[in-house]
């Protein structure tokens, strides 16, 4: 089985400036979500995604990031505009989507840069 | 506030013997209970979960203990190898969302 895919691996941008990242969730996962990871800490969800609709975005800092899952597959975050603490590693999970709590099997995640 | 935590920063045993990593979780609602290895330059690699009905669950080499008592969750590591060095994460999760919250994970590290 494929695992979850994301691109690109390594990113490195000036402050002010956007940026997407993108995912591939296991094939049937039906959820879906995107976390950050800042150096030395534990994954902090940003979002969380079941088919396309959003159950969970209470720590998105809206005003400068966004994330879509137009077809229920893919989906992209975007930050605009980048600030120097936005500088983490970008993980996406995908879970098969039951009721209840299951298995979130993560990608190897975006590495971002804030210069 | 609610948390999960982690006794210890890093642990350090011989190759060959047993690790325990310890957490601590604080949310009596969390029915869900989960741990991840994390390789550096790498995303969390599932290891093992336990629901809150059960105290106890057992993989290949690895070994979750449950105690809801005193809110505690512990891995176990057989005959631990170089392969095993990693971070580790506990996270705990509830309710119908499927959400996690993680720990701030525990550095194993192997002695050959």
């Known amino acids: 089985e494929a695992g979850v895919a994301q691109s690109p691996r390594y990113k490195i941008i000036e402050k002010r400036q956007s940026v997407a990242f993108w995912c591939n969730p296991i094939?049937?996962?039906?959820?879906l979500y995107w976390y950050q990871q800042i150096l030395g800490q534990g994954p902090k969800l940003l979002i969380q995604?079941?088919?396309?609709?959003?159950?969970?975005d209470s720590q998105l800092p809206k005003d400068r990031f966004s994330a879509e899952r137009l077809k229920g597959v893919d989906s992209t975050l975007k930050i605009q505009p980048a600030k120097l603490e936005d500088s983490a590693v970008y993980l996406c999970?995908?879970?098969?989507?039951?009721?209840?709590?299951?298995?979130?099997?993560f990608g190897d995640g975006t590495r971002l840069s804030i210069l | 506030g609610e948390s999960v935590g982690l006794h210890l920063p890093t642990l350090s045993v011989q190759e060959g013997d047993n690790s325990i990593i310890n957490c601590a979780y604080s949310?009596?609602?969390?029915?869900?209970f989960i741990w991840y290895k994390q390789e550096s330059g790498k995303g969390p690699q599932f290891i093992i979960d336990?629901?809150?009905?059960?105290d106890k669950r057992q993989g290949q080499r690895v070994t979750v203990l449950l105690n809801k008592t005193v809110k505690h969750l512990s891995l176990q590591i057989a005959a631990t190898q170089p392969g095993d060095s990693a971070v580790y994460f506990c996270?705990?999760?509830?309710?119908?969302?499927?959400?996690?919250?993680f720990g701030k994970g525990i550095t194993l590290s192997v002695r050959p």
């Open positions: 949310n009596s609602a969390s029915d869900y």
């Open positions: 336990i629901r809150s009905n059960m």
């Open positions: 999970a995908s879970s098969i989507g039951l009721p209840g709590v299951q298995p979130q099997h």
């Open positions: 094939s049937g996962h039906a959820t």
């Open positions: 995604f079941q088919n396309n609709g959003v159950v969970d």
């Open positions: 996270a705990e999760g509830g309710g119908a969302n499927s959400k996690l919250t």
